[in-house]
């Protein structure tokens, strides 16, 4: 038998060793939609807690639509020139619209790779298209500090001065913010590296409830709609796509309205209910684009923990095309590797703001506690390896092959689709 994991552009082919017994964990088949342009087209006119957006655009001189950079598979091509031709139609001047790339503290998306973020070359000649950065203060206007926890609240000018400001996004499982889209487009999309830093800290990512499908007393979540009330509101087009990223959902309307409504149609597939634990579980970092980088990998080890055993083996294939990551994550890595796992923990326990990308580090402390992590990669160099701090891997199945004879049990895990499926362990 032979499986299928997603990779870089395509996919890598896997035989399964001789004796193994493979339980292949997938999503139930979405009820992809047939038409996807028409969903778009009603889910603007038949909004979700707002009127319909062109009479919400009426009058209007202003809009800021926010789309997530090039790690997300958002599909902008099929909502992008749809919701600008509304805005467009209802009056809203062309040079009143920006189009705004919520990078966080992730890299300018510029030339080929922005056309392939937006998708459309109409909306790249129709209104301006530019990418966040966190770290300009005179782009952000502080709107202050959160009530519960006193993160200190600065957002993009851009989004704030806006008469309409419009969220887009993929609705997915995320393993710190319980969900992407919706609101965290806007923090830590449009934040200030001060805001991402203080809510990104070890206080916050180290809280049992910063996980995979978990909204209910997630901290991140929390932060992320005071966040939205200090700016007094916004709107969300939210998609859903299944494996083969076709559009499976679209709606639009309210920020957490709407995005609530998304998250309940995505729970539905990626929570993925499973009998038992296994002590060898092979998963991927869900293919372009999302494994371009070592930093994003890390989900790919965070997502299928529930059903690994205790001292189990968890192999992940990632194309890392593009390297480790940032500087900042390769400085963080490199601490990770000179301190250990709890010199790296204790090193950052009582900071109150996290130095860029060590978050995504601290993270992946979490699979390192529970078992041994096993990399398969053809995108990283000898250096970069030794900075992932886990075994490299140059062969799946004879690793498969060797944690099967380890622990003596032929039972093997698949989880071809990555993160992007959240295995839940019930018995």
């Not at 028409?38 to 926010?66: E, F, Q």
């Not at 076709?246 to 309210?254: C, D, E, M, Q, S």
């Not at 030794?386 to 004879?398: P, Q, S």
């Amino acid at each position: 038998m032979t499986i299928e994991l997603l990779y870089g552009r395509g996919t890598l082919s896997i035989p399964t060793p001789p004796g193994c017994v493979p339980t292949i964990i997938r999503k139930e088949p979405m009820p992809v939609l047939s038409d996807p342009a028409a969903a778009v087209t009603d889910a603007l006119t038949r909004p979700v807690g707002v009127p319909p957006l062109a009479d919400l655009a009426r009058g209007k001189r202003s809009a800021c639509i926010l789309i997530c950079d090039v790690t997300r598979p958002v599909p902008n091509r099929l909502f992008l020139a749809p919701l600008i031709r509304t805005l467009l139609d209802a009056g809203v001047p062309r040079e009143g619209v920006t189009v705004l790339v919520a990078t966080g503290l992730h890299r300018a998306n510029e030339g080929d790779e922005l056309a392939e973020v937006v998708g459309d070359p109409w909306v790249l000649g129709a209104v301006r298209v530019v990418s966040h950065d966190a770290t300009v203060d005179a782009d952000h206007v502080l709107l202050g500090r959160t009530p519960a926890r006193g993160t200190v609240v600065r957002l993009d000018r851009r989004l704030v001065d806006a008469e309409l400001r419009i969220a887009t996004g993929l609705v997915e499982p995320h393993f710190m913010a319980g969900w992407s889209g919706g609101r965290k487009v806007i923090a830590p999309g449009v934040a200030h590296a001060e805001t991402i830093t203080t809510f990104h800290n070890s206080a916050f990512m180290g809280h049992p409830r910063a996980a995979n499908c978990v909204l209910a007393g997630n901290p991140l979540h929390e932060e992320q709609l005071a966040i939205m009330e200090m700016l007094g509101g916004a709107l969300a087009l939210n998609t859903v796509i299944d494996d083969d990223r076709r559009l499976a959902f679209v709606n639009f309307g309210a920020i957490v309205e709407s995005h609530l409504q998304a998250v309940e149609f995505a729970r539905r597939y990626a929570q993925v209910r499973v009998g038992r634990r296994f002590r060898t579980v092979v998963t991927s970092a869900a293919g372009h684009p999302l494994d371009k980088t070592y930093y994003q990998t890390v989900k790919a080890m965070v997502g299928p923990l529930d059903i690994l055993e205790a001292g189990g083996d968890l192999i992940v294939v990632s194309s890392c095309s593009e390297g480790l990551g940032s500087k900042h994550y390769v400085e963080a890595q490199r601490r990770l590797v000179d301190l250990g796992r709890d010199g790296f923990a204790s090193s950052i326990q009582d900071k109150g703001r996290a130095d860029i990308d060590e978050w995504q580090t601290q993270m992946q402390l979490r699979p390192m506690r529970v078992g041994r992590v096993r990399l398969y990669t053809d995108g990283l160099g000898d250096l970069d390896s030794a900075l992932t701090g886990v075994e490299r891997v140059t062969d799946v199945a004879a690793a498969v092959a060797e944690s099967m004879a380890h622990h003596r049990d032929a039972q093997v895990a698949f989880v071809p689709e990555g993160p992007y499926v959240v295995p839940v362990y019930s018995r």
